[in-house]
């Protein structure tokens, strides 16, 4: 979850299908995918489901909520706005799921150094305030893409046993 065009279509695609899309601007494609990954010793196969485009109301199905046990938390870092935004996400998750849920902050497009908005210390000091695991990722280098995944997943599965 996160704001509209901030890149969660292409985590999911580099993830799933290690695919990235320069032309997506609305979801199209993926909407659901599957990944298998080894966690401490045991096969976990996650379902991972995307939005689409209803994010741009924040108003995600609750359906979405209920069934998750995790959930990226994505900005992107060249979008001052979308970090700002991340408050307004939280208050919506905590509203509809429970501690159960395992949350992995995101700051992405971390490959455009350049146009960065969002320094990592301010994100981390964010992070910390709402007990959050967190780290920059880039669909487009691959950058930390998979780390982030065996993270959310990791979590999941500390929560779950
Ligand atoms: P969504 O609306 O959150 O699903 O975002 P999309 O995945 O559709 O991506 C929105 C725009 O950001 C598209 O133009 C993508 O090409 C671009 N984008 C997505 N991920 C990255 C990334 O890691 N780096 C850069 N530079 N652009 C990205
Ligand atoms: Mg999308």
Redesign the pocket.
């Known amino acids: 979850m996160?704001?509209?065009?901030?890149?969660?279509?292409?985590?999911l695609s580099r993830i799933s299908l290690n695919e990235?899309?320069?032309?997506?601007?609305?979801?199209i494609g993926v909407e659901f995918a599957t990944k298998k990954i080894q966690i401490e010793g045991r096969t976990i196969k996650a379902q991972i489901w995307?939005t689409a485009g209803q994010?741009r109301f924040r108003c995600i199905p609750t359906a979405y909520y209920k069934t998750s046990a995790g959930a990226f938390l994505?900005y992107d870092i060249t979008n001052r706005r979308s970090f700002e935004n991340l408050k307004l996400w939280l208050k919506e998750l905590s509203q509809y799921t429970d501690d159960q849920v395992a949350i992995l902050l995101v700051g992405?497009?971390?490959?455009?150094r350049h146009l960065r908005a969002v320094p990592t210390d301010e994100a981390k000091v964010f992070a910390d305030k709402n007990n959050l695991p967190f780290i920059e990722?880039?669909?487009?280098d691959s950058t930390n893409v998979e780390i982030a995944f065996h993270k959310i997943m990791t979590n999941i599965f500390k929560k779950q046993i």
């Open positions: 996160g704001d509209y065009d901030v890149g969660k279509s292409n985590l990235f899309n320069i032309e997506s601007k609305t979801t995307d994010e994505v992405y497009k971390s490959d455009l990722t880039s669909a487009l």
